[in-house]
């Protein structure tokens, strides 16, 4: 209904037509997706005669020339950077110290470290891998089936795009022109509601099916232990003190903040004596791998934005969906089915340049705050991690374990329920997303 009456308010031609059609084929056929993306705007704007091909290398070229944009690359760093130092399992030791006197306890100690890693690298795949590698067999011994612990690790790492610094949220800055700062500040408590969620789950299900025990130990010993595991890991959380306190104090901005996490990572590596210089070439190459992903898919964004612009692709789209309805709660249902069902079968960043120029017209119609819109969006997509048929964490831990995908999927099912009812939450609740903001943004 919502696609025939996008049809009759914009004139879609073979220029739009051709184009989708192009994309999901080079999809379908293992195309890296930023090739797809490209080969789709380029066709877009050759068909439909709104750019020059002449000058689709120079907005090319504009579509990465950010400074913000370098911050990406240095977050990814940061995170390798944690994981060959050591410095992660200093995070995954407080966790379980904090968590001891729960029954249950190392399932939400493996929750709490996935969302402290996010809190450094922005990344959830990163997550996932570091994170999965120290806790899954560990959680197996602890008594859980290992399709759930898989399914634990791929739901916690979710908040890798979550929890700020996020680079989510450093792309769609870009490309709607929001000050990532402000959308970090925005994605504190809804990035954390989203961890509760999951600890939440974790819980739940550990006193349904009595999988962990513990829980069993005294004041003194809880303190003692936990006092402990400080004071032999305190400088691991230097690295998302600074960060977070050079980005919310507004000293630094994310790009710098990244930075210094980078120099202050590797420098408390040698002092540790984890981190050598044969070390580099490795994380190096790591790090630009992930990189050679996500920018390409952001510098085609730009004439990807200008040909739908001048196509009135968006414009149609609010004329569409407003005349379905124009009931404020239908259209932000409507958006997060689009996102939800968008994060099933694409990554984020994708999702990200493709949809966030056309919903944000309908926000705006409806009278949604820019930054509410985009912590929906992105939280939205972030459920699509723990989701098949693209499911990215439940591929990458499924890559670590060799356990089926499916049967990590089934366990899954819970974690996606409660982060749901949480997205549904942001997307009607203002107050959620603004929590922190100056009074301009609420």
Known sequence: MLWNQLDQTVILGWDFYGSVIVFVVLVALAVPVWASIGAAAILMLVWSGALPLSLVGEKLFTGIDFFALTAVPLFILTGDVLVRTGLSRKFLDVAEALTQFAKGGFGSATVLVCGMFAAISGSDAAGAAAVGRMTIDRLVESGYPRPYACALVAAGACTGILIPPSIAYIIIGL??????????????????????????TNIIMNRLYGWEGGGNVSMGEYFSRLWATLKSGWYAFLVPGIIFYGIFSGR???????????????????????????DFPAMLVSSAKVNGVIVPIIAFSAPLAEALAIIGVPQGFVAAATSVSDEPVIIILMMVCILIAAGCVMETTPNIVILAPILKPLADNIGMNEIQFCIMMITALGVGFITPPLGLNLFVVSGLTGESILKIAYRAIPFVFF??????????????????????YQ
């Open 419 to 440: 982060m749901l009812i949480v997205t549904l939450f942001i997307a009607y609740v203002p107050a959620i997303s603004t929590t922190f903001l100056p009074e301009i």
């Open 252 to 278: 630094l901005t994310p790009t710098e903040a990244g930075a210094v996490a980078v120099v202050v990572t590797i420098i408390m590596g040698f002092i540790i004596g984890t981190l050598k210089l044969s």
């Open 175 to 200: 490309v709607l022109g929001i000050s990532a700062s402000t959308l970090f500040l925005a994605a504190l408590v809804p990035g954390i509601a989203i961890l509760l969620s999951i600890l939440a």
